[in-house]
């Protein structure tokens, strides 16, 4: 016999158990893809943070393709990834029996505001794309490109959009005030601090958007869209300028950047400031700017070169010795984070050189990207393991620096 308290903890377990049940039923539905109108025209809006910012126009009562939905927005396909609307305007429609599009392996810059079209003769307005937009492309004519703008597949003529010079990533090493009275003066891996200003104010000026590794992995990985004017800064090595004079600036910016450290250097904190040597980061300049820098692997103790044959350690050493070099370097700045998961997922390699084996090695190991020192811009579609970098020298001027951005140097 079930007692009065018995039948009440039965009651109140089966309750929990349909409430998880119809928890995770609509957890399920959210993230199903599903037909939908608005029942207004209305904006399309990318989420940076807690800013909303314009992209896309969508039509009202056209069929649209709802990928995800939250309490203050219903998310449409986009390119590669999706845009928010207000949820209160999204209506069920009709399923849609057309294949969802493919992800667009190739992307464009839209010029202008676009108006796209479902037809390349006819066909009604799917809406607008706002200028200055990296479009992932999922096919191509003699006069259109062809892209998702919210699961319909929908046409631009060629003549508004322009090639993508690809992202740029910028490589830098050591700051110092005046490079003429160091040791550093013919050291092209050194710069003055008032030529980085310049560079950090020209992209404020020009509204560059700095991102961090995991984005452009995200956007490689064709999960992510990108705008025009996209830029990851790095720094090599891990010098104790980054704290001095990159990251104020960087700050004052509301900039991100990367620096990827040689872990073997990582004291517990860096040596009082001089400019007349290279003097590395510690565990505490490490906690203090990781609000800017995002800490990543340039190796452990294989930033080096053999003796005699000058060759790189890394690129001579076995697969057991780059994976145990590799363990070492996240073990080294976990230290800053009370040995938690210091999340180093990517790599530049040191003096830029690599190999098969290493590439194999570092991927097996969880390093989901790699930057060399040949220069260039990121493309979709290029090697992971071989990313391209644009280098910035004493020798570069400004109009040099807008160059590398754009690609053209």
Request: aromatic content about 10%; cysteine-free.
């Amino acid at each position: 016999m079930f007692t009065k308290k018995s039948w009440s903890i039965l009651w109140t377990s089966l309750l929990v158990f349909f409430l998880v049940i119809v928890s995770q039923s609509s957890a399920e539905a959210a993230t199903q893809s599903s037909t939908v109108t608005l029942s207004n025209s209305t904006g399309g809006y990318s989420i940076e943070g807690d800013q909303l910012i314009g992209t896309a126009t969508f039509m009202k009562g056209v069929p649209y393709e709802l990928v995800a939905q939250d309490e203050k927005y219903g998310y449409l396909s986009f390119g590669n990834d999706k845009l928010a609307v207000p949820i209160h305007i999204v209506q069920p429609a009709a399923p849609s029996k057309d294949k969802p599009l493919p992800k667009g392996r190739t992307t464009v810059i839209t010029k202008s505001r676009v108006s796209v079209a479902s037809a390349l003769r006819g066909g009604y307005r799917v809406g607008y794309i706002n200028p200055g937009q990296r479009l992932p492309i999922i096919a191509e004519t003699k006069t259109h490109v062809q892209v998702n703008l919210g699961g319909v597949r929908g046409f631009i003529p060629k003549t508004v959009v322009t090639g993508d010079p690809g992202i740029p990533v910028l490589m830098y090493h050591q700051i110092v005030e005046n490079r003429a009275t160091t040791p550093f003066a013919n050291n092209n891996m050194v710069i003055d601090l008032a030529p980085f200003q310049q560079q950090m104010d020209y992209l404020k000026k020009n509204g560059w958007k700095t991102i961090t590794p995991e984005d452009l992995d995200n956007w490689l990985m064709l999960r992510k869209n990108m705008t025009e004017k996209t830029v990851l800064i790095t720094f090599d090595d891990g010098l104790l300028s980054l704290q001095k004079y990159a990251y104020p600036l960087l700050a004052k910016n509301e900039f991100k950047a990367t620096s990827f450290l040689i872990t073997s250097r990582i004291k517990q904190q860096a040596q009082p400031w001089d400019d007349q040597a290279f003097q590395y980061v510690g565990l505490k300049e490490i906690r203090e700017t990781v609000d800017v820098f995002s800490f990543q692997h340039h190796t452990h103790g294989l930033h080096l070169r053999r003796p005699g044959t000058r060759e790189p350690y890394l690129t001579t050493s076995t697969p057991e010795q780059i994976k145990a070099d590799i363990d070492l370097g996240r073990f080294q700045v976990s230290k800053a984070f009370d040995m938690a998961d210091p999340n180093i997922r990517y790599m530049a390699y040191p003096f830029g050189q690599f190999n098969e084996t290493v590439k194999k090695v570092i991927s097996a190991s969880g390093i989901r990207m790699a930057f060399t020192t040949n220069p260039g811009n990121v493309k979709l579609g290029d090697h992971r393991y071989e990313l391209k970098r644009q280098g910035i020298s004493p020798s570069h001027s400004l109009k040099d620096f807008e160059n590398k951005l754009y690609g053209a140097y």
